[in-house]
């Protein structure tokens, strides 16, 4: 037990961190002997991690990329060891990772914290890297564009569920659990969404979203009327990604301002950096430091172009989730770094489309006072979703708030 606790103290630290580089694309899938694409999961590797008693089984598997067009993506299946051919797992964990820059950052390169963390539980753990890492590495990465990595982590859930058998594993196919912080919140809950509208036969367990931009909209009004964020990376990688895949077309200099635009593909396409580096590598927290003038004024060209496209990726709107869902929203009140109101929009959507059972864990949890806001709220986060993990399969809650002061 005191492995794990010194597992969870890890993983809080680097929660909302950013964590190399080798590889080549995979978006011109590979082709048989005629020609035709062949598109299929597979394990690509197999390694064991003896301190944390589990292994990692990376995989690739058949998905799309932010076109649409079919793509082979990468991701990590683990395992603890108490899961063997003769004890079933106890159910699905799908992990949707925070926001991560450097390449080997992502699970398929070996950044496993919360992974390992929950080994011991008696649940198999699915981690898509997305699009832009593991054997996408060399692509942008489509940072939080919701649709895009959910459909990602998904498609890595399906490949989890057709592997697994293969290699001699069961488990309790009526337990899926679906979590996520920070961009992995955003994951969690457009995964949700994407469940509800196009998976009929999967059904969440519990889902634990935190301090996710699910109203990515909102985010930017409220981050560009602040003019102040806790993590500034975060807002050139959302800018890059939107304008990317959403085909905006707009040029850096109409976005980007000195230094930075000229160091763009050093500091963020190149994946060289972590998200502390290239804060630090930024200098400012003051967003006008960063962005443009136009960027800075919502009533823009600029600025309208990218609210325009944002509304299509809204989680707090256009969808019907299921009434059956179970779901716990947690966030710091005073984040800077994802604005609260995406939590309490998100909640009072789903509460007006007739989802009961939502709970929302908003406060200022001034008990973690010296704490970044965004990340204290990680670790009411990451403690919420094991107690409810723990609850729901009936096992010992090994972990206390108590015990990361």
Known sequence: ?????????????????????????????????????????????????????????????????????????????????????????????????????????????????????????????????????????????????????????????????????????????????????????????????????????????????????????????QLIQADVSGMPSTVINVLLSYNKYFNLGIPYSDIFIEPLLSNIDEWIISKKYTREEIDEKVGSYDIVDFVTPAMLDIESNVSKSFLEVMAKDNLCTGWTPRTDEHIILVQHSKDITVPPANTVNLYNFLKSQGVEDIRLILGNFSKFAGQPAHKTGAIIFATSALVEICTILDIPVWIKIEDLL
């Open 1 to 221: 037990m005191k492995q794990f606790k010194l597992w969870l103290l890890t993983v809080i630290l680097m929660l909302c961190g950013a964590m190399t580089f080798t590889s080549c694309s995979k978006d011109d899938p590979p082709t048989d002997e005629e020609g035709n694409v062949v598109l299929k999961a597979r394990v690509s590797s197999v390694y064991h991690i003896d301190e944390a008693d589990m292994t990692v089984y990376n995989i690739e598997y058949p998905s799309t990329n932010p076109f649409g067009k079919p793509v082979l993506l990468s991701g990590a299946i683990t395992i603890g060891d108490e899961v063997t051919k003769d004890n079933p797992g106890k159910g699905l964990l799908l992990y949707n990772h925070f926001s991560v820059y450097r390449a080997d950052e992502c699970p398929s390169k070996g950044d496993l914290k919360m992974q390992k963390l929950i080994a011991g539980s008696g649940l198999i753990t699915i981690s898509a890297d997305y699009y832009g890492f593991g054997i996408t590495e060399d692509k942008l990465q489509a940072y939080c564009i919701s649709s895009v990595n959910a459909q990602a982590s998904v498609d890595a859930l399906l490949a989890a569920k057709e592997l697994l058998p293969t290699l001699g594993y069961s488990w309790n196919d009526d337990i899926l659990f679906n979590i996520g912080y920070s961009q992995g919140g955003q994951t969690s809950m457009a995964v949700v969404r994407l469940i509800d509208e196009k998976c009929p036969d999967l059904h969440i367990t519990f889902t634990i979203a935190g301090a996710g931009a699910y109203d990515i909209p909102e985010t930017y009004r």
